[in-house]
């Protein structure tokens, strides 16, 4: 069993710019934000630290992270 347990990092590190990994775009889905402002996000996002600088650019997890980040969280679990 593998056992990883989950980090903190503020959204503010996330470099929002970066959307090398985005595949997919549209409208933001209601459900999704209610959710989210419900229970914040619970399917952490897959993110890699960009070497040089303390930024994190997004593989998976862009709408839940631009939600998140609209809905005021300053923290995400990765």
């Known amino acids: 069993m ?3 347990s989950l ?3 503020n ?3 996330i470099d929002f710019s970066i959307d090398d990994f985005r ?3 549209g409208v ?3 459900q ?3 959710s989210i402002a419900k229970y914040c996000v619970l399917v952490p996002p897959y993110l890699y630290h960009c070497s040089g600088n303390r930024n994190f650019a997004i593989v998976t997890g ?3 992270l631009e939600i998140a980040k609209r809905l005021g969280l300053s923290l995400i679990h990765i």
């Open 11 to 13: 959204i503010s590190d």
């Open 2 to 4: 593998i056992n990883k």
């Open 7 to 9: 980090e903190k990092i």
């Open 32 to 34: 999704l934000e209610s």
């Open 28 to 30: 933001q889905p209601d």
């Open 23 to 25: 595949f997919c775009c």
């Open 62 to 64: 862009f709408r839940r």
